[in-house]
């Protein structure tokens, strides 16, 4: 116990994180408590379930307007796991209207909690480290989740929900010990140097995105999982696990490798889960099949958009505003999806038209996904293009880089400095290399982007490439 208190501000954090959220998995998020809690007593646990999540999503939207500083972030979140403690107590007495006001008022303040934890992933860990952050706090999280979902359907209800509420209090516990420092961002953030950039236009096309393509995850709720349901002992732990897998090996892929690529065989993932379930039967051996194509894809996307968010949060005045705007694009996205998948469930809609909404949102998000790739680019610079271009063998480096030479209005130096920004090479590595000031790269930069008519290292990427494939 000791060293748990002794952690660095990272480590304290994503524990915090994963203990809060596997209370919010397990329970108000279409958790298994809940279910269980409602289906001991004859209630309906879907209606409830949706009720939760859009003040899940009300609570995400409204922190960045409660939170300003660590201090108030740290203060939200403790009265906010402290309302969930309250609010998971009264499911222990016998059904009436407090149910619902407890599991609103309890949603909505950990979705506002979740969004103020933003201040200390931007806090805790640097900018290029918070895809590990991420997927550390959503694996816990998760790992947390399958133990309580056990407990609750193997167990009882109320073993789940005394677990989850254990959880609670440690989580209470540790968010005492974190920080209350107001330092907005690390003083020798990069990024944040580079300000002022817009970043609405990239996040609110991010949140189109991400609204979009998680209605798949809401039909998901409402379509998929009942099929399954008389695999009780099964989907008990195992639903979890392909998203699990698929956020460890996104996590443990060099830094190298073009995620991009990955971004579209998730796409076809979750196109051909909806057409296994429509064509398979309802064995133990489709459930694996369909869930692992499901879940894996939604732990790429999930961590995507995680890391993503945490890029941004060094380019806006309010980590909890913009991170919790994006939760907010997915937990709508759930929503709508439950929402469109229990009214086809309801009109006895045949099984083809949930596997024909899916297919349609893939189709929507694969178009989306080029255009949301160039916003990110020219917002993050170094986030996309670049992984594109150390892909390639280091003879295509050459070459694409050669064909700078044909631009006449650059200098010899641009063009050192040119092939090196192609290279991946940071402001100080080019000065390093070429003898120059960092100040000096920076001018050479400007007046590059300037000849060019470009605004960003990935256009010049992208110029790069263009003029290499026309003239091949």
Known sequence: MARLFAMNERRLSVVVLALFSAWLLAFPFEGQILHALAGSVG?????????????????????????????????LMLCAIA????????????????????????????????????????????????????????????ILMIGLNMAAIHLSPYAGLGLSMSMLAAAFLLALRLPAHDSVAPPSSPMRAQAPLSVARPLAFLCLFVLIIT???????????????????????????????????????????????ILYVALAMIGFSFIAFMILDRSAASYLLVNTLML??????????WSILGEMLELGKNPA?????????????????????????SAGAPGPQPTLLALAVVCVSLVLLPPLHRHLAALLKDHAFLTVLASLPPAQ???????????????????????????????????????ISENTVKTHTKNIYSKLYIQSRAELIELAMREDSGSS
């Open 215 to 261: 209605v798949d995850s809401g039909l998901m709720y409402q379509v998929l999982n009942p099929a399954y349901a008389h695999h009780a002992w099964l989907t008990s732990w195992y639903w979890a696990v392909p998203y699990i897998v698929a956020i460890l090996v996104m996590k443990g892929l060099p830094r190298q490798t073009n995620r991009a690529y």
């Open 321 to 345: 505003r913009i991170f919790g705007i994006g939760l907010a694009a997915n937990v709508l996205g759930v929503l709508l999806g439950s929402v469109l998948g229990r009214a086809m469930a």
């Open 296 to 305: 894996g894809a939604c732990g790429v996307y999930d961590l995507f958009w």
């Open 43 to 75: 209630a309906e646990a879907n209606q409830l379930a949706l009720a939760a999540i859009a003040a899940n999503g009300a609570g995400l939207l409204s922190s960045g307007f409660l939170v300003k500083s660590h201090r108030a972030a740290r203060r």
């Open 83 to 142: 309302c969930g403690l309250a609010a998971s107590a009264v499911f222990f007495f016998p059904l009436s209207f407090l149910w619902v006001v407890a599991l609103l008022v309890s949603s909505c303040s950990m979705g506002a909690c979740l969004a103020a934890w933003g201040y200390y992933f931007q806090s805790g860990t640097p900018p290029n480290e918070r895809i590990n952050t991420a997927a550390d706090g959503i694996v816990w999280a998760n």
């Open 397 to 435: 480096h050459s070459t694409i880089a050669g064909r700078l030479a044909q631009f006449e209005s650059l200098s010899e130096r641009e063009r050192q400095v040119a092939t090196l920004l192609l290279q991946g090479k940071t402001y100080r590595a080019i000065a390093g290399q070429l003898h």
